[in-house]
């Protein structure tokens, strides 16, 4: 989607290994989130960013870090990932305008073996 | 807590038909509601409501929002299988610029 990418697109991994993934994004937008989705759940929110090294948690965060040191760049990452976090993971950008304003990513699929 | 519920969870109709899809409320603050498609990707937008009694119109999909009974409705006419997708509704609280969504309609027309 223009003006937001997520890296990887698609990962497996092993139990209990850290994974990282990555939102960046081209807009200059002081929102940033991360949602995981799931069947028969929608999208569940896991962390949001309203700044530089401003985060806070959403509703699914146990078992998840976050970190943005610039404003392009929202990582997520698993610390020790489990079989209960393959999901298609989400990220979105929001100017503050509204919400309207929300653009999401293309999401990335994680399977956690 | 926030809470958005959308009914049916699933839909099998045929080419043709009409489908009304539901999506009820509970956000404290409430500031806007708003529609999504998806089709096996990211979300794409669809409506925003902000004002109860107001349609708002796309073609064959309307939608009206009922601030009263905290609760909206999508409207799809002469469904085709290109509306086949993941309908996502989302409430936004007037604090926080957070979205809470419903867990969707996932919406099957058959040829």
């Known amino acids: 989607d223009a003006g937001i990418t997520q890296s990887p697109r698609h990962k497996v991994t092993e139990t209990g290994t850290p994974v990282t993934l990555r939102c960046h994004q081209t807009e200059n937008h002081r929102y940033m989130y991360w949602y995981r989705q799931d069947p028969g759940h929608g999208l569940r929110l896991i962390h949001y960013s309203y700044g530089v090294k401003d985060t806070d948690k959403g509703e699914v965060s146990d078992g998840y870090s976050v970190s943005r040191s610039k404003t392009e760049d929202f990582l997520l990452t698993l610390e020790s990932a489990t079989s209960s976090q393959t999901s298609v993971y989400f990220c979105?950008?929001?100017?503050?305008?509204?919400?309207?304003?929300?653009?999401f990513g293309s999401g990335t699929r994680l399977t956690v073996v | 807590e926030d809470k958005v519920v959308q009914s049916p969870l699933s839909l099998v109709v045929h080419e043709g038909d009409t489908v009304t899809l539901n999506c009820s409320y509970e956000?404290?603050?409430?500031?806007?509601l708003l529609w999504y498609k998806q089709e096996k990707k990211a979300p794409t937008f669809l409506f925003m409501l902000?004002?109860?009694?107001i349609e708002k119109k796309s073609g064959r999909l309307s939608s009206i929002l009922d601030k009263k009974e905290l609760s909206s409705i999508l409207n799809i006419t002469a469904t085709q299988t290109g509306d086949s997708a993941i309908y996502l509704c989302a409430v936004e609280a007037e604090y926080g610029n957070k979205l809470v969504f419903g867990a969707g309609t996932i919406l099957r027309v058959k040829s």
């Open positions: 979105a950008i929001n100017s503050g305008q509204g919400a309207i304003g929300y653009t």
């Open positions: 956000v404290t603050n409430f500031r806007s």
């Open positions: 902000t004002s109860s009694g």
